[in-house]
């Protein structure tokens, strides 16, 4: 079955200290591939995308991403988290072919800043 | 750029009451989407209307939720009668040429108690 999973649920890091969220997908050709932000009370924002091309892709607020193909993942990255990242965070999948492009999501993996 | 609007943000209802969530979205945007957000969990796709034609509400309850789009443009998803499951943010989106191009609402966060 075609899916997308986060297998952190909660992670808690020092504010200046590096971060990396995981993403997994299953599916059976290379979706595109997406991380959205949700800040309390916000909307989703979409951080950065990959299509094709450059597997590093960069995205807002200082973000990164790297798609493994070998490893069916698309991990987040930020080498120094600030306060104002704590947010949920959520990866996203859309089919690579044709039809009407429905986002699927991850279950999101809440990041907490400490001091 | 206006964003998605919706409303109302907040709504509070009994059991097997009914609610209605409206939806206005980015001017021109063709494809408009509902998605149903449960506490700890990714959103879900509800519905998607491509103008006021549904092309995908495999995941809409039916028997109790229902969405219009008139004339292409606003939509309203009505859930009749609630559930106590039914406590979520249910969030709009909108987009246009690509799934890069997809912008979401704040969202309406729905407790039924």
């Known amino acids: 079955a075609q899916s997308v999973t986060q297998p952190d649920i909660h992670i808690t890091v020092s504010e200046g200290a590096s971060l990396e969220l995981r993403c997994n997908y299953s599916?059976?050709?290379?979706?595109?591939l997406f991380w959205y932000v949700q800040s309390p009370g916000q909307g989703l924002q979409l951080l950065l995308k990959?299509?094709?091309?450059?597997?590093l892709v960069q995205g807002i607020k200082g973000f990164e991403a790297e798609f493994k193909r070998s490893q069916s993942s698309f991990n987040l990255r930020k080498p120094s988290v600030h306060w104002s990242d704590a947010a949920e965070y959520f990866c996203?999948?859309?089919?690579?072919?044709?039809?009407?492009?429905?986002?699927?999501f991850g279950t999101g993996t809440k990041l907490q800043v400490i001091p | 750029e206006a964003g998605v609007a919706q409303s109302p943000r907040y709504k509070i209802i009994e059991k097997r009451q009914s609610v209605a969530f409206w939806c206005n979205p980015i001017?021109?945007?063709?494809?408009l989407y509902w998605y149903q957000q449960i506490l700890g969990q990714g959103p879900k796709l509800l519905i998607q209307?491509?103008?006021?034609?549904?092309?995908?509400d495999s995941q809409l309850p039916k028997d109790r939720f229902s969405a219009e789009r008139l004339k292409g443009v606003d939509s309203t998803l009505k859930i009749q009668p609630a559930k106590l499951e039914d406590s979520a943010v249910y969030l709009c989106?909108?987009?246009?040429?690509?799934?890069?191009?997809?912008?979401f609402g704040q969202g309406t966060r729905l407790t039924v108690v």
């Open positions: 599916y059976g050709a290379t979706p595109y």
């Open positions: 996203a999948v859309v089919p690579p072919l044709g039809g009407y492009q429905k986002v699927t």
């Open positions: 990959y299509f094709s091309g450059d597997t």
């Open positions: 209307f491509q103008n006021n034609g549904v092309v995908d």
């Open positions: 989106a909108s987009s246009t040429q690509g799934p890069d191009k997809t912008f």
């Open positions: 001017s021109g945007h063709a494809t």
